[in-house]
């Protein structure tokens, strides 16, 4: 493993943990060279998926950018780390197990983000679908809310007062 620091490919393994489920393993790490200390993160990867975008073109499955795209659906909601880290990694297993080959759609990891933001947060929800469906209107905004099960309109409802005459 290369030392972020002095690029020396000598280190040790000082500690090792499992982390989220056993599907994880974080290593701290310690150069030989310089004697900086690191953490590198070692994950199970069955195979390697490609996505297919809606315009026909195709990129490798970026986890970093699944993960990035839930943490903003979720900025400022009551939502840990370790929650949206559990979400991206049990998405990324159903993408690797449920496809029939290293080809999925961009539409099946929406709809799976979307699923599980559903009964994760529905806040991050509407923001995630609001992106990933592009909503150009209020009236689309509407649609979705009134699609969420009854029993979550408390966590959505909220008091805001009357507007005076301006919004701003």
């Known amino acids: 493993m290369r030392c972020p620091y002095c690029n020396?490919?000598?280190s040790r393994v000082a500690d090792s943990r499992p982390d989220i489920e056993d599907a994880i393993i974080r290593r701290r790490r310690v150069c030989n060279q310089c004697g900086a200390k690191f953490t590198t993160v070692e994950r199970i990867q069955m195979r390697d998926l490609v996505?297919?975008?809606n315009n026909g073109k195709t990129e490798p499955f970026?986890?970093?950018k699944l993960y990035r795209s839930i943490k903003l659906a979720c900025r400022n909601r009551d939502v840990r780390d370790e929650q949206i880290e559990r979400l991206v990694a049990s998405i990324q297993r159903r993408l690797e197990t449920e496809s029939?080959?290293?080809?999925v759609t961009s539409a099946m990891v929406g709809q799976m983000v979307s699923d599980s933001l559903l009964n994760l947060d529905p806040i991050?929800?509407?923001?995630?679908v609001s992106v990933y469906r592009k909503f150009s209107k209020v009236s689309d905004f509407k649609k979705i809310i009134n699609q969420i099960p009854e029993a979550d309109d408390d966590a959505i409802v909220c008091e805001?007062?009357?507007p005076k005459t301006s919004l701003f």
């Open 124 to 128: 991050a929800f509407i923001r995630f």
């Open 51 to 53: 996505v297919r975008k």
């Open 100 to 103: 029939e080959d290293d080809m």
């Open 62 to 64: 970026d986890r970093d």
């Open 8 to 10: 020396s490919t000598d």
């Open 160 to 162: 805001l007062p009357k």
